[in-house]
């Protein structure tokens, strides 16, 4: 696989019900949780790390798509 071709492997992958139900979920458990000011330093880089990962899928998925 070329890595150019990326984009598009990532849009089929996540196309169709079951792909958006997929990256809706990945959303949910990752960019739309809010946390509070007491929240330990290990906790909330691994949130950033989820976070990070889900934005990647998210603008190959929309590249792919285009």
């Known amino acids: 696989m070329r890595e150019n071709d990326l984009p598009g492997c990532f849009a089929?992958?996540?196309?169709?019900?079951?792909?958006?139900t997929?990256?809706?979920?990945?959303?949910r458990i990752?960019?739309?949780i809010?946390?509070?000011p007491d929240?330990?330093?290990a906790r909330l880089r691994h949130l950033e790390g989820q976070r990070?990962?889900?934005n990647?899928?998210?603008t190959l998925v929309e590249r792919g798509r285009k």
């Not at 089929?12 to 958006?20: H, Q």
């Not at 997929?22 to 959303?27: P, T, V």
């Open 39 to 41: 929240v330990p330093d």
């Open 52 to 54: 990070f990962m889900v």
């Open 12 to 20: 089929r992958c996540f196309r169709g019900t079951d792909g958006e």
């Open 30 to 32: 990752s960019l739309d």
């Open 34 to 36: 809010a946390t509070g």
């Open 22 to 27: 997929a990256l809706r979920h990945l959303r």
């Open 56 to 58: 990647q899928i998210i």
